[in-house]
């Protein structure tokens, strides 16, 4: 599975921005799918993810009811709306594929990322 991010870039707080994930690969629609960031000089962090069949989502705390993923298998795509933008949003935003849709949601492959800051 090959993944590329795109959508990042600059916006205000209290903006919002839709982030983009193309997947390559027949078997994309039985991936569990997600986004992690990484902040400068900070560890990777889990974000959110979706189910193979989008009946399963979770979200990291600090995300929680203001992002949101989706999925569309039929376009190996997936989403994430990032509404109310906080300048701790600032990252490098990073799609993952998974084999299982189970904690800790690790994922198998991932792509190259895209930026995003957020402007106080």
């Known amino acids: 599975v090959q993944l590329v991010e795109s959508g990042g870039g600059l916006v205000q707080a209290g903006g919002s921005l839709r982030l983009s994930c193309a997947a390559s690969?027949?078997?994309?629609?039985?991936?569990?799918m997600g986004w992690s960031r990484q902040a400068p000089g900070k560890e990777r962090e889990f974000v959110a993810i979706?189910?193979?069949?989008?009946?399963?989502?979770k979200y990291a705390d600090s995300v929680k009811g203001r992002f949101t993923i989706s999925r569309d298998n039929a376009k190996n795509m997936v989403y994430l709306q990032m509404n109310s933008l906080k300048p701790e949003d600032t990252a490098v935003y990073y799609c993952?594929?998974?084999?299982?849709?189970?904690?800790?949601?690790?994922?198998?492959?991932w792509g190259k990322g895209t930026e995003v800051t957020v402007s106080s």
């Open positions: 690969g027949r078997t994309f629609s039985s991936y569990a």
């Open positions: 993952g594929a998974g084999r299982v849709y189970r904690p800790p949601y690790l994922m198998d492959y």
């Open positions: 979706i189910s193979w069949n989008t009946v399963g989502t």
